[in-house]
Structures are given as C-alpha cells and as structure tokens.
C-alpha cells in the first residue's frame, strides 16, 4: 500500500502538472536561473517580478556576467523591484560563484547557503529545484499550507511549530521520488500562492481537500495563527561618517558575526560618548549632525543619529580607509549605507 505521504505528494504533483502557472523560471533548472527568480520573488508579487526577470536575464544571462558587471549597474537594473540589499547580495554571490567556485554554481545545500544573502529558504528552493536535492523549502506560503494540513493551531512565530511543520514538509520531501523534488518544491508554494491563499482558501478546489485536517475542522481560513507581536524594543545609536581626503572610515564585521557578517560598516555605537571613546577622539571632538534616521532589524527599531567630522587621516584599530566610490561596490550594512545616503554619499541600501 502506498503511504500516506506518498500519496499527499502525488495528489500535489498531479495537480501542479495540470494548473501550474506559466512563469518564465519554470522552463529552466539552470541553478543561476532558479536563484535569481527566487530573490526576485522574496516580498515582491509575482506580477511584479514578471515585468523584471526577462530584462534582468537578458542584461546578465550568467553569473559569469552578473560577477562582471559593476554594483551601481546591478543596482540600476533592480529599480522598481525595490530591497536593494538583495540586488547588492546577488551581485556579491555571483562573485563568490566566481571567485571560489571557478563560475561553476555550487551544487549542494550547504554550498549554496554559504553563498552571501542566501539563507536556507532560499538553499532549499535552488538545490531541490535546480539539483533535485531532498529539501523542503520553507517560505510563507509552505508555513501556511502545511498549518492547515495538519490544523495546527498554535502560534505561526513560535519555534516548535515552525519545526513541526519544517518536519512535515521534509517527510513530504523525504516521500517524494527522485527528479520529481524541484516540482514539489514549486507545487507547494504554487498551492499556497493560488488556492490555499491567506483568509479565503479555494478548498473546493484543492487537491488535498479530502485529507485537510483544517479544512475538516473549519478552522482553515484562520490559521496560521499569529499572536500579536510585542511593541519592537527601541534603542539609540550613533553613526559616524569620518572623511579624509575623499574616503570614509570603515571597518568589516568579523565572519561569525550573527548580523551581516563580512559586510562593511561605519562607526557606531550605542551612544556618541562610547563611539568617540572606541574612536580614541576626544569627547569634545568637533561633530556636525546630519540627521536621524530609523531602522527595524527584527524586533528593534534603531533611532540612527549620523553625524559627521573630518580626520587627519589617523587610523584607529580595526578600521580601513574607503573611498567613497569603493562604497558602492562593497557589500556595507543597512544602517551604514542610510547613513552615507542622508549625506548624499551613496545610495541607501
Ligand atoms: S484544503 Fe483548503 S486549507 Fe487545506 S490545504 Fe487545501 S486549500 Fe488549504
């Protein structure tokens, strides 16, 4: 007798082969291909990044090309599709393909999530995509489709649900047959974004209608469940840019960083007094303010005061000087590349 998971899997194939969408990526499992359409795709509707991927493919057809091309060029391809940070990581990977793995895209889960900006939703999609590789790829729509499918009622943002359902959908994976993996992958998100949709699910029209526990128990339209999230915890920091002779003090976040590791940073600390004591200034060091800004990371939203001041070119430890023009091609922090736009000198982030 075949298992039921076996059997979840064959019903969401069948139906995928039959309604699937007609969308530019699906023709390829060049893995180049695949991950440009997956970042495309993060936070952004569909038809949005439609109008996007054709150009963008034509302009950088390998990751050879996309490497080649300089940041700024990247950058000004992805107007319109906004969060550019994906367009500054793209570019970054693509670099990385190049320079340690010879251009040849890495084949394996945990290659792949080494690779700047990708993390594991996003390692999954390509290796079982592109590779055929046995791993479920988690986005929203997979949490939201697995929730129902199981009537899991409790809390969507706690971590012992969320590993449930990553269980479930790695038994769906596991259940799945060789050269049929990148199709799951992409029929679980396609049930998500056309049928098992948020609020209003199409079950009458689902291939797992007969096996749903949340359809059976009527409580599909209001699952996931989400508690309210907690008011963000807010902090102060200061940045500072310091410029001598048409750079910018920088320093590098070390590799283990738990935030945006290898990414460039200016100064900053939790206040202007411990910034100018890490600098080695001294407290009365003449600053100009040049605005403040917000930034939420996570559950923390960061009231940035920039400031600015010249130097005589004196290095403090861990720093490097960058010229500004240099700014643009690195990969720098959110916070930092805000802080360089309110002065004019790059572009945010
Ligand atoms: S039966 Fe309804 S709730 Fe269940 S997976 Fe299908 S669309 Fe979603």
């Not at 060049?30 to 034509?58: C, H, K, N």
Request: aromatic share 8%; hydrophobic share 45%; proline share 8%.
């Amino acid at each position: 007798m075949t298992p039921p998971l076996a059997d979840r899997v064959r019903e969401l194939l069948e139906w995928f082969l039959v309604n699937r969408r007609n969308l530019p990526w699906r023709y390829t499992r060049d893995p180049y291909r695949v991950w440009v359409s997956e970042v495309m795709l993060q936070q952004t509707r569909v038809e949005t990044v439609l109008a996007f991927y054709g150009r963008f493919i034509e302009a950088y057809p390998t990751v050879d090309a996309l490497a080649a091309a300089p940041r700024h060029e990247v950058l000004a391809s992805w107007a319109g599709l906004g969060y550019y940070r994906r367009a500054s990581m793209l570019h970054a990977a693509a670099r990385q393909v190049v320079e340690v793995h010879a251009g040849r895209f890495p084949s394996e889960y945990d290659s792949i999530k080494r690779l700047p900006g990708i993390g594991e939703y996003t390692a999954a999609a390509v290796s079982s995509i592109a590779f055929d590789e046995p791993r479920a790829a988690m986005d929203g729509n997979a949490y939201r489709v697995l929730a129902r499918l199981a009537d899991d009622r409790r809390d969507i943002r706690g971590a012992a649900p969320r590993k449930a359902l990553r269980n479930l959908a790695q038994r769906l994976m596991d259940a799945t047959r060789p050269g049929e993996r990148g199709d799951f992958s992409e029929a679980l998100m396609e049930l998500g974004a056309t049928l098992c949709v948020p609020r209003v699910p199409r079950c009458d029209a689902c291939p797992w209608v007969s096996s749903c526990a949340g359809h059976a128990a009527g409580t599909a339209p209001s699952l996931p469940v989400k508690a309210p999230r907690r008011p963000p915890r807010r902090t102060e920091i200061a940045v500072v840019v310091i410029q001598y002779d048409g750079r910018a003090l920088m320093r590098q976040r070390p590799p283990d960083a738990s935030i945006m590791p290898g990414f460039w940073e200016l100064p900053n600390a939790a206040g202007l007094a411990i910034l100018l004591r890490e600098l080695g200034m001294p407290a009365d060091a003449r600053l100009y303010s040049a605005g403040t800004f917000s930034h939420a990371i996570t559950d923390t939203l960061y009231t940035c005061h920039v400031y600015e001041a010249t130097s005589s070119g004196d290095l403090p430890d861990g720093y490097r000087w960058v010229a500004l023009a240099q700014a643009r091609e690195i990969p720098i922090t959110t916070i930092s590349a805000k802080a360089l736009a309110a002065l004019s000198l790059a572009e945010p982030g």
